[in-house]
């Protein structure tokens, strides 16, 4: 029984490096089902096995590797900082996201999950970088480096929106730096105590 178990993962990791591979390459759109089965070595079906939809096997990378940066940022959060270091992390943990995956693929990434088609409903709290976020606004405010007013959770979400936003419209490293740096600040003035 481990035995047939330990295949079936196997299996399903070889069908997902050879979709990303796939993704990466062509985008989500643009892959083609008998590629990605090909290059894992299964059958057709395997892979509707596993899953149901190519937005399907999205969904899986983005799960891993939110629940990846989230290890990452709680392990910044576990030391000394602010909130200005804690944003900045968030942004160089999702910038390297978009490093990883490629340009295309990132931009499909946040695609699914922003779209109203998404396979798979779920709330914030399934996000564990929203999570995090959202915490560590709320020690700031309880620390008094916040307004007591401002609603962590729309304060996490507005700020991550606007770093997608950044990276997906935004080519030129140094014009994307700069604007990077500045929706930080923003958003500390944002949230400070007046």
């Known amino acids: 029984m481990k035995t047939r178990e330990a295949r079936r ?26 590629e990605i089965v090909a290059a894992a070595g299964v059958a057709h079906g395997t892979f509707y096995f596993h899953f149901p939809t190519k937005e399907h096997v999205l969904l899986e990378l983005e799960r891993r590797e939110e629940a ?13 900082h602010d909130l200005a270091g804690a944003l900045a992390e968030a942004v160089a943990l999702v910038t390297g996201l978009e490093r990883r995956l490629g340009t295309l693929l ?15 409903k779920d709330d914030w709290t399934d996000h564990p970088v929203i999570v995090l976020l959202v915490r560590e606004i709320e020690r700031a405010r309880g620390d008094g480096a916040v307004h007591q007013e401002v609603d962590a959770f729309y304060s996490a979400i507005f700020f991550l929106l606007g ?13 994307r730096t700069t604007t990077l740096s500045k929706l ?11």
Not at 11 to 19: D, F, K, N, S
Not at 163 to 175: N, P, Q
């Open 106 to 120: 990132f931009k499909e990434f946040l695609a699914l999950h922003f779209s109203p088609s998404r396979p798979e």
């Open 184 to 194: 930080i600040a923003s958003a500390l003035r944002g949230l400070e105590v007046r």
């Open 163 to 175: 770093v997608y936003g950044v990276l997906t419209t935004t080519d030129d490293v140094e014009s």
């Open 68 to 80: 990846r940066i989230a290890t990452e940022l709680e392990r910044f959060l576990d030391r000394p």
């Open 9 to 34: 993962l196997q299996t399903r990791e070889r069908i997902l490096g050879a979709a990303v591979a796939e993704f990466t390459r062509l985008g989500m759109a643009g892959a083609e089902v008998n």
